[in-house]
């Protein structure tokens, strides 16, 4: 990687929880997490607007769910490509390039929500736009880390930008939407754009190049050599395979039970825009202390235990989601839900990001979340389906509870199969095996 070697100090840190927290992380790391909290404020405010839009343009699960699988669909056709990409040029530009897009394109719709001419096949368009940004950005912004963080901050600074994503795009911007949709439902858009603006402006801040290692007197293969390349590397890794396989399941079943979410929440839990941004605000606070604990949780009970919590809490959490009408009964339910989804990303980013050799992270991390994002898109088809079967062979309120039940039997069999494979053992000496080989 051409650019500044990050620190190597691997001593404990003493001293207060922020010395903790922010020890061995520079600047160009605060550049990068303030690049990725600003564009996560106005992809907050977007994920509460569209939904949102789309419910008002039409009553229709299906048509709903579409909206949702329009925004999911690049990581199934485009995430492979991006890593390519990844691998291939400056993760910076890449990430300029990315959010300068963004800007452009929730500008557009701001003026189209504006102008009364929005609709649903335009929404479809405009989150599908949106989700082709997102894949590039967000697969760059984890494979240019290790060039700014030593492998032993890997994890700390994860949680650090998984807090902020989680306070940013949930606690601030969520509500914040709500209480927009009721004034003016172009005002997400608009306000998007500018946030996507100031993200551009904090990358293009941060010093050096940041390419995976190449040599320049070797040709470099065609793109689908070093696609093949990394999803063979991933497919031959054991433990890396089973946590790809886990979390596609595990997305694709969320998915589904979120693609309707926005009705569940305005027929079953009786709630207006600022009631739902409330929801997903409160929802989230187990996410926020996932991203503040998961490393603490993590070196107290071991890697996979802490991962094993993430397959089987969400079994019960799901359920009585699927069971209630209450919304703070609901919003526990997603706490639950977000504390684990969260420790499991902290553990697992961190992990891949450990393990896989600098030439191929963009690659492999791609490939790893083809099957882990890719199944978003399938499982938010199946969910809108599977309320639309429902609906029309019983009724309505069960219809939009079913996509909840399907989740939460999915998650108990997935635990039963993957959990026993999760060993905090196993996952230490893989590890091991990388320092060992000086990678």
């Known amino acids: 990687m051409t650019t500044t070697p990050p620190p190597t100090d691997t001593s404990p840190t003493p001293g207060s929880w922020w010395q903790r927290r922010t020890d061995g992380l520079d600047a160009r790391y605060w550049k990068l997490w303030g690049a990725v909290a600003s564009s996560n404020l106005g992809d907050g405010l977007v994920s509460l607007a569209i939904p949102w839009l789309a419910s008002l343009l039409t009553r229709d699960a299906l048509a709903i769910a579409g909206v949702a699988l329009a925004t999911r669909l690049p990581w199934l056709v485009f995430s492979l490509q991006a890593g390519a990409l990844t691998d291939r040029f400056d993760r910076r530009r890449l990430m300029i390039i990315a959010n300068s897009l963004r800007a452009l394109i929730v500008g557009g719709a701001a003026i189209a929500v504006a102008t009364d001419v929005m609709t649903v096949p335009l929404l479809y368009l405009v989150g599908f736009a949106l989700g082709m ?134 027929e079953i839990l009786l709630l207006d825009g600022l009631g739902f941004g409330l929801l997903l605000a409160g929802g989230s606070l187990g996410g926020l202390l996932g991203s503040i604990l998961a490393p603490n949780v993590t070196r107290a009970i071991g890697s996979g235990p802490s991962l094993t919590l993430g397959l089987t809490a969400p ?30 990303n902290v553990v697992t980013v961190s992990l891949r990001q450990t393990l896989i050799p600098d030439p191929l992270l963009g690659r492999v991390n791609s490939v790893y979340r083809f099957f882990g994002w890719g199944a978003m898109p399938i499982g938010t088809l199946l969910g809108g389906a599977l309320v639309s079967l429902v609906e029309a062979t019983a009724t309505r309120e069960l219809g939009l509870r079913s996509p909840f039940i399907m989740a939460s039997v999915v998650y108990a069999a997935l635990a039963l199969v993957a959990a026993p494979r999760l060993r905090t053992a196993r996952i230490d000496a893989a590890k091991q095996a990388v320092a060992d080989a000086g990678i």
Not at 198 to 218: C, E, F, K
Not at 229 to 254: D, K, P, Y
Not at 315 to 325: E, K, Y
Not at 331 to 344: E, P
């Open 133 to 266: 940004c997102e894949v590039v950005f967000d697969n760059t912004s984890q494979t240019i880390l290790p060039g700014l963080v030593p492998r032993e901050r890997l994890e700390r600074a994860n949680g650090n930008i998984m807090g902020a994503q989680m306070v940013i795009a949930e606690f601030v911007a969520r509500p914040i939407a709500g209480a927009l949709v009721g004034l003016a439902l172009s005002l997400p858009f608009a306000i998007d754009a500018v946030t996507a603006a100031v993200s551009v402006a904090l990358i293009a801040a941060i010093p050096g190049r940041y390419s995976a290692a190449h040599d320049a007197s070797v040709p470099r293969p065609r793109m689908r050599t070093q696609i093949a390349e990394g999803l063979r590397w991933l497919w031959q890794h054991r433990l890396l395979r089973l946590l790809a396989i886990a979390l596609g399941v595990m997305n694709g079943m969320m998915a589904g039970a979120m693609a309707t979410y926005v009705l569940f929440v305005q």
């Open 315 to 344: 079994v019960i959490a799901l359920g009585v989601i699927a069971a209630t009408s209450n919304p703070v009964v609901a919003g526990t339910g997603m706490a639950a839900f977000g504390f684990t989804a969260i420790m499991w």
